[in-house]
């Protein structure tokens, strides 16, 4: 697990190698050369979580999350948002709740298992 600011502002930090990984509030803020991320297990992902990642580009979603606070991917690059399910799954209707800038209009893939 990777608990609150575990990698604040770790601006060399470009990659976490793990089959699944689970994070809090402001986690990754900060990380500028974070480029992507093994598969996130939260239920939710919490406030600044990847706050100003300018680098980040593909965000890896079990089909599970229920909870996306506002500010997840504020000031981020996220360009791919890979849900690890279907497009009714639990994580669907949580990103289609948002409104698209608060996940930096990236696009949605659901990749079935």
Same mark, same amino acid.
């Given at each position: 697990?990777? /608990? !609150?600011? $575990? &990698?604040?502002? %770790? *601006?060399? +930090?470009?990659?976490?190698?793990?089959?699944?990984?689970?994070?809090?509030? @402001?986690?990754?803020?900060?990380?500028?050369?974070?480029?992507?991320?093994?598969?996130?297990?939260?239920?939710?992902? /919490? !406030?600044? $979580? &990847?706050?100003? %990642? *300018?680098? +980040?580009?593909?965000?890896?979603?079990?089909?599970?999350?229920?909870?996306? @606070?506002?500010?997840?991917?504020?000031?981020?690059?996220?360009?791919?948002?890979?849900?690890?399910?279907?497009?009714?799954?639990?994580?669907?209707?949580?990103?289609?709740?948002?409104?698209?800038?608060?996940?930096?209009?990236?696009?949605?893939?659901?990749?079935?298992?």
């Amino acid at each position: 697990d990777v /608990y !609150a600011e $575990s &990698f604040r502002e %770790c *601006t060399n +930090l470009e990659s976490i190698r793990a089959k699944t990984i689970t994070i809090v509030t @402001d986690a990754f803020l900060g990380c500028t050369n974070l480029t992507t991320l093994p598969v996130i297990a939260n239920n939710t992902l /919490y !406030a600044n $979580s &990847f706050k100003d %990642c *300018t680098s +980040l580009q593909e965000v890896i979603l079990n089909a599970n999350v229920s909870t996306i @606070d506002s500010t997840a991917f504020s000031g981020s690059a996220v360009q791919t948002i890979y849900v690890n399910g279907n497009s009714s799954c639990t994580t669907a209707q949580t990103l289609q709740a948002l409104n698209p800038s608060q996940y930096n209009n990236a696009n949605i893939v659901y990749t079935e298992n």
